[in-house]
């Protein structure tokens, strides 16, 4: 059975940086469940991060840019979690990599997850082109990134094959 990476928070678990959770769509949800293995998994928690923690951007750059060493990921408290959020990433590559995994459906909009869009670093709300670490990561390494938005694109796709 074909196995889908997938952010934890999008399947109800409470590991966002407020303590919260996320939702795929139901019907797509449904689907992924019936129709292949879901591993779940937070790259923040997993690189010991706590719940709840201080809300992090990306300052300086993208995810591109924390993997190279010139951006760093940032609380809004002022601490530096960049090496956590570079843990994170490569624990979940590592992963993907040992499950034989292609594809991942991430949360839009983390500095770790995000695939399209990632918070600005100013911590003002505002979002731009990029992704995050994660996102990042995996794709770099041939991982095809969706997110909770995009996911009915992933499922056409295995539906089809």
């Given at each position: 059975m074909q196995?889908?990476?997938v952010s934890a928070c999008l399947v109800g678990n409470k590991v966002r940086y407020n303590g919260s959770s996320l939702c795929l769509d139901k019907t797509d949800r449904q689907w992924?469940?019936?129709n292949v293995e879901l591993a779940i998994f937070c790259p923040e928690v997993s690189a010991g991060l706590p719940i709840p923690r201080a809300p992090a951007e990306i300052i300086g750059g993208y995810g591109?840019?924390?993997i190279k060493g010139s951006a760093r990921v940032v609380g809004d408290d002022g601490v530096d979690v960049t090496i956590e959020f570079l843990d994170g990433a490569r624990q979940a590559l590592r992963l993907c990599q040992a499950q034989n995994i292609k594809y991942a459906i991430l949360a839009e909009g983390s500095p770790s997850c995000g695939s399209q869009k990632i918070y600005d670093g100013t911590f003002s709300g505002n979002k731009i082109s990029g992704s995050g670490v994660t996102a990042?990561?995996?794709s770099a390494h041939g991982i095809k990134v969706y997110s909770q938005h995009t996911a009915a694109q992933l499922?056409?796709?295995l539906n089809v094959c």
């Open positions: 196995k889908v990476f992924l469940d019936l591109s840019d924390v990042q990561l995996l499922i056409s796709k």
